[in-house]
């Protein structure tokens, strides 16, 4: 089936040491999202790819960025987590407006991130 | 800018309950308006959609109406499940993004 894979689903971190979470699809969209959710919010955007065009949120911390290597595969490094990093970070995936109007999201079953 | 205001939660119901969660919007233009269900641990699910004014989205038994005139977008269930417990956020389209309610919690009672 196609879909969006997140991995790991879990992971745990230091304050200040780096990470990557990574997320793939199999649904060939052209646009790929990066949301943080904290409890009991909405999911937050932090930045999307347009194909290779990255584009950021205006209010996204530097501390996060993302590379997007080919149409599969996106990442999202933080630099140096702090506590309130701890979060559930969200993959979506959607085909871009061009294709139709319905511009749905996909999501993948998500990472929650841990900060000690 | 657009905006999505949803019921505040949690909303507690017992099984084969009707359920009504109130969703109204704030736009410019047309945009589609979702509705998505996230269930403990999990990412979000797309549960129904409609693109334009008085189409009417299903899907699961749910229902939600495009409603130009009133901007809104409610959610509705003649007969919930103890399954059906989960988070639901409405939803609406702007360019390559969508714009999120703060979401409902769904507590059904066997």
């Known amino acids: 089936d196609a879909m969006v894979i997140q991995n790991p689903r879990y992971q745990v971190t230091q304050f200040g040491k780096p990470v990557t979470l990574s997320c793939s699809q199999t649904l060939n969209h052209n646009v790929m999202y990066w949301y943080q959710q904290k409890s009991s919010q909405a999911p937050k955007l932090l930045f999307h790819y347009y194909d290779k065009d990255f584009n950021n949120e205006a209010d996204t911390p530097d501390n996060f960025q993302s590379r997007r290597p080919n149409t599969s595969f996106c990442f999202l490094d933080i630099r140096s987590p702090g506590l309130g990093d701890a979060a559930m970070y969200l993959c979506?995936?959607?085909?871009?407006?061009?294709?139709?109007?319905?511009?749905?999201?996909?999501f993948g079953p998500g990472t929650r991130l841990t900060v000690l | 800018g657009n905006s999505v205001t949803q019921m505040e939660g949690p909303v507690t119901l017992s099984e084969e309950a009707f359920l009504t969660i109130n969703c109204t919007y704030t736009a410019t233009g047309y945009p589609s308006l979702f509705w998505y269900v996230q269930y403990p641990g999990e990412g979000l699910q797309l549960l129904l959609k409609?693109?334009?004014?008085?189409d009417k989205g299903s899907n699961k038994g749910f229902e939600a109406t495009y409603r130009k005139e009133t901007t809104s977008f409610h959610l509705e269930k003649g007969s919930v499940q103890v399954s059906d417990s989960a988070v639901y956020f409405c939803a609406l389209s702007e360019g390559d993004k969508i714009i999120f309610g703060k979401g409902t919690r769904l507590h059904i009672l066997p």
């Open positions: 979506a995936t959607s085909r871009d407006r061009a294709s139709g109007p319905y511009n749905e999201q996909f």
């Open positions: 409609a693109t334009k004014a008085d």
